[in-house]
């Protein structure tokens, strides 16, 4: 079944999920209507669990629960998800490598309406600073439902980031994920542009109208961490310059992470990404993202500064 929606995405491949393997348990903090927890509440009410707002000690009872051989996923938002329950999750999780995913839904700057206090600009950072986390960021629906999978078949605690809104999907339908992977979604010898998130897909817009002019590969780099620094540094090596685009501060995300993997072949990279501020509230989601400059002229100005 294909999706435009990674929470819709998430929500029913994880029910479908939890049809093959009854280890698999779901925990929500007020949020099930928005997380799309509540699609697995309703197909296996007693491996659900409302914890409500409450989302340290969601965080507990799923360590708990993981270190019965339980699979359990917690859902809140992103904001929610990591901030209010770090410690729990850097003491029992993190240390414990216990077999916990954490799902951070309306992340970035994707709950347009609501704000600096929901919109989660710092969370790959904070992840991606945590020992034994796996980070993952999905470009689109379609690559939703394959890390889903990827999230069950590993061991050991994982992060995945999810969009709030419909956006076209960029990614093949079916594709298998492979987790620490980046793939090549358009080749180019110009610049190379790696993208994580909703901004995959505007990157791939933004070659497409820069063809003819400045050839620009696209990377969809949907793990944060473990990065594979040396396939990164293979990918940028027969461009000039490197940009990176992501809906998330500059500070320790995806640009971070590329240029620790380009500092030794001194690639000239630029980043795209919030300005080390929090979000604001807009009236709607693409207002938000062109005020923090996320958008598909930001990525052609970037590209074409790189190319001079």
Avoid: W
């Amino acid at each position: 079944m294909s999706y435009m929606n990674q929470r819709l995405a998430y929500g029913n491949t994880l029910a479908e999920l939890g049809e093959e393997d009854e280890r698999i348990v779901v925990l929500d903090a007020d949020l099930g209507a928005s997380t799309m927890g509540n699609i697995f509440e309703k197909r296996f009410p007693e491996r659900h669990f409302e914890m409500g707002i409450a989302e340290a000690n969601m965080t507990s009872v799923a360590a708990g629960l993981a270190q019965t051989g339980r699979i359990p996923f917690t859902n809140s938002f992103a904001v929610f998800s990591g901030g209010r329950a770090f410690d729990q999750i850097r003491q029992t999780i993190a240390i414990g490598r216990l077999n916990v995913k954490i799902c951070g839904s309306s992340s970035g700057l994707s709950d347009f309406g609501d704000g600096a206090t929901h919109q989660c600009v710092e969370d790959m950072a904070v992840f991606r600073a945590l020992p034994n986390m796996t980070v993952l960021c999905p470009a689109d629906a379609n690559e939703t439902v394959e890390a889903v999978k990827a999230m069950v078949e590993m061991q050991g605690p994982c992060y995945i980031r999810l969009n709030r809104n419909d956006y076209p999907n960029v990614t093949k339908e079916g594709k298998k994920f492979e987790i620490g992977i980046p793939s090549v979604l358009r080749e180019g010898s110009d610049v190379a542009v790696f993208a994580t998130g909703y901004m995959t897909g505007l990157a791939m817009e933004a070659a497409q109208e820069l063809e003819g002019k400045i050839s620009v590969k696209v990377i969809n780099v949907s793990t944060i961490k473990p990065m594979d620094k040396e396939v990164i540094a293979s990918l940028a090596m027969d461009c000039k310059a490197v940009v990176t685009a992501e809906e998330h501060s500059v500070v320790g995300g995806l640009g971070s992470a590329v240029a620790e993997a380009l500092c030794k072949a001194c690639k000239p990279i630029e980043f795209l990404g919030i300005r080390d501020t929090f979000g604001c509230s807009a009236h709607c989601y693409q207002d938000v993202l062109a005020y923090h400059g996320l958008t598909k002229k930001a990525i052609i100005e970037a590209v074409e500064k790189m190319a001079d």
